[in-house]
């Protein structure tokens, strides 16, 4: 495996754009919801952004991405406009899956995202089929699986890595580990709490990462992609990370030890690549206003044209079941 370079300062505006419109997106999203312009679950990603832009970065468009439900941040990162992603939050026409999926439902077959399991740990098995596709078709492609901390402990998880790693698929099983299950905090939930070496039941390569230093996920996310296509097998990669809000809308998130969030957010994503922009770079002020206002009026317009954008038509209801009538 090569030495990779150190990011260049296009690079860093590029990731830190991404990130920072994932911010704003979520930051809106919560505000609709108190509006009750969305309704239902809702899971957001803030203080996770890093994970999603730097994994994203490392690979091809046609690799396969599996999400789970905290997915928005997922879908953006991977291209899918901030239009698309609020009117199916809001459930209108206009959204990535015609309003019809909702917050915990959002796939894209031109982006190869196929996400959106609200079945914790269901899509793994999922992200395996897509990695013995590539393999396959020897086109060269890969999975990248995301899943939670509280993912990691089912079944299903366990099985599909052990059949990923006897058939040496090329699937990166990217575990974000924000420390908790819901309100089950990491160490309520699991006797093992370094969770990259569950890939060692199975003899899978594993190894960790910060998830809030956007360019080390880049960059381990690369490492783990090249081994992955080179046939020598799969990855777990273990992302360190943390989630700011509750687990969903309706979580006040009251279980958290007092100060461990500000503790947290003294490695915000954010102002990691703030702080490298201004000293490598010399980033000034008006640089990051510029970029803030921007973002600003692109979050605003995805509010606005989910706002008007109408109700899917109820003929639609029943498209997607499996049995007619
Ligand atoms: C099979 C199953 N069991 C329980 C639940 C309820 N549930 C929804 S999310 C969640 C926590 C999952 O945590 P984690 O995998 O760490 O993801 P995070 O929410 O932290 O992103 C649970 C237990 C579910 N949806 N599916
Ligand atoms: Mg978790």
């Given at each position: 495996m090569g030495e990779s370079k150190p990011p260049s300062r296009d690079q860093l505006w590029a990731w830190y754009r991404q990130m920072f419109l994932i911010r704003r997106f979520e930051e809106l999203a919560a505000k609709a919801y108190t509006q009750r312009k969305i309704m239902g679950f809702c899971h957001l990603y803030i203080g996770q952004e890093?994970?999603?832009?730097?994994?994203?970065?490392?690979?091809?468009?046609?690799?396969?991405?599996?999400?789970?439900?905290?997915?928005?941040?997922?879908?953006?990162?991977?291209?899918?406009?901030?239009?698309?992603?609020?009117?199916?939050?809001?459930?209108?026409?206009?959204?990535i899956c015609g309003g019809i999926g909702g917050s915990m439902h959002m796939a894209s077959k031109e982006l190869n995202f196929y996400g959106g399991y609200g079945i914790v740990g269901g899509h793994v098995p999922l992200a395996v089929g897509a990695a013995f596709a590539s393999k396959y078709r020897e086109d060269g492609s890969l999975a990248l699986c995301y899943f939670g901390d509280g993912a990691a402990q089912?079944?299903?998880?366990?099985?599909?890595?052990?059949?990923?790693?006897?058939?040496?698929?090329?699937?990166?099983?990217?575990?974000?580990?924000?420390?908790?299950?819901?309100?089950t905090s990491l160490e309520r939930q699991s006797y093992l709490t370094e969770l990259q070496k569950r890939a060692d039941g199975v003899g899978m390569n594993h190894w960790q990462m910060s998830g809030f230093d956007v360019a080390e996920v880049y960059e381990n996310v690369q490492k783990a992609a090249e081994h992955a296509r080179s046939g020598q097998g799969p990855v777990l990669l273990e992302a360190i990370t943390y989630r700011y809000r509750g687990h969903s809308m309706s979580d006040p998130a009251k279980y958290r030890k007092a100060g461990e969030l500000e503790e947290k957010k003294k490695q915000d994503c954010l102002s990691l690549v703030e702080q490298r922009l201004t000293s490598e770079f010399g980033a000034s002020e008006a640089d990051f206003k510029g970029l803030h206002d921007e973002i600003e009026q692109i979050v605003q317009d995805a509010y606005d044209f989910a706002d008007a954008a109408p109700?899917?038509?109820?003929?639609?209801?029943?498209?997607?079941?499996?049995?007619?009538?």
């Open positions: 890093a994970v999603a832009v730097g994994a994203t970065a490392a690979l091809n468009p046609a690799d396969t991405i599996v999400g789970a439900y905290r997915i928005h941040g997922q879908i953006l990162a991977r291209g899918a406009t901030p239009r698309s992603c609020m009117a199916e939050l809001f459930g209108r026409q206009g959204g089912q079944g299903a998880v366990f099985e599909a890595m052990a059949l990923a790693q006897l058939w040496k698929l090329p699937c990166i099983f990217l575990l974000e580990n924000n420390f908790y299950a819901m309100g109700v899917p038509d109820p003929s639609r209801l029943y498209d997607f079941n499996l049995v007619d009538g």
